[in-house]
């Protein structure tokens, strides 16, 4: 009797033959989730420092470069995101914020959470934020720099880019939280962990926007690898980013 008990134990599946681990992981990383969007909803912070700061860093660039239409193609996509991933930093020094500002990240911590679920979960509300912001700063960098673009053929690179940003971001985010200058030592952090992604995005930007120096090499497979990597190091080294 007792080992019929204990095999149908190993075996245990819901009704419809989901392990459930990955149910109960799946739920902590939608709590976690739905808690920082909902929070977001309400406030607003992250996704309008990041669009106020794309749009007058674009609106910037646009009236002191003053180019001209045929050099666009070539100068746009750093243009592009630079202005999008200074923007973005803005947001992810929010990742934390709240949990900080109530002092409630302690109880996060001690609540039976696993770490890789509350990166992913982090992770992922970053990732609305930055493709919303993207979704407003691209149409207004077309506008405003009288570019045509391949809405379709941007996308995937918008989504790809914007993958390994949230990814590094919210790891180093979590980093910088313990700190006292958090503002300053999450760009240092940051950016130069970026310049793969960066090199990549910009190139593959300026492929579909048709640029003349953009080399024709398998961009976006390149940014997979590095989103993948990005993602992996960051799940696996959270729970020591978090311990102070």
């Known amino acids: 009797m007792q080992d019929s008990n204990t095999n149908s134990g190993q075996g245990l599946r819901t009704a419809d033959g989901a392990d459930p681990s990955v149910l ?11 808690k920082d969007l909902l929070l977001e909803v309400r406030t607003k912070d992250a996704l309008t420092a990041m669009l106020v700061f794309s749009l007058l860093a674009l609106v910037t660039f646009n009236f002191a470069l003053d180019l001209r239409p045929e050099v666009m193609s070539a100068v746009g996509p750093g243009v592009l995101w630079v202005a999008l991933v200074f923007g973005s930093t ?9 949990e900080r500002d109530h002092g409630t990240l302690e109880g996060l911590l001690m609540a ?15 990732l609305i934020i930055i493709s919303a912001a993207a979704t407003v700063s691209v149409p207004a960098f077309a506008v405003l ?4 673009v391949d809405i379709p053929a941007v996308l995937g690179t918008l989504l790809l880019g914007a993958v390994g940003v949230a990814a590094v971001g919210t790891l180093f985010s979590a980093m910088a939280s313990h700190t006292r200058a958090r503002e300053v030592m999450l760009p240092i952090l940051l950016f130069p962990i970026l310049v793969p992604i960066l090199i990549g995005v910009v190139q593959a930007t300026g492929l579909a926007l048709g640029s003349p120096t953009a080399r024709d090499m398998p961009w976006l497979s390149l940014l997979v690898a590095f989103d993948g990597i990005y993602v992996a190091v960051g799940a696996l080294v959270f729970d020591f980013v978090l311990q102070e």
């Not at 039976?112 to 970053?126: E, G, H, I, M, V």
């Open 90 to 98: 803005l947001g992810l020094a929010r990742t934390f914020a709240a």
């Open 145 to 148: 720099f009288d570019v045509a």
């Open 24 to 34: 109960v992981f799946g739920r902590q990383v939608y709590a976690v989730l739905a």
């Open 112 to 126: 039976p959470l696993d770490r890789s679920a509350l990166y992913l979960a982090k992770l992922l509300a970053n």
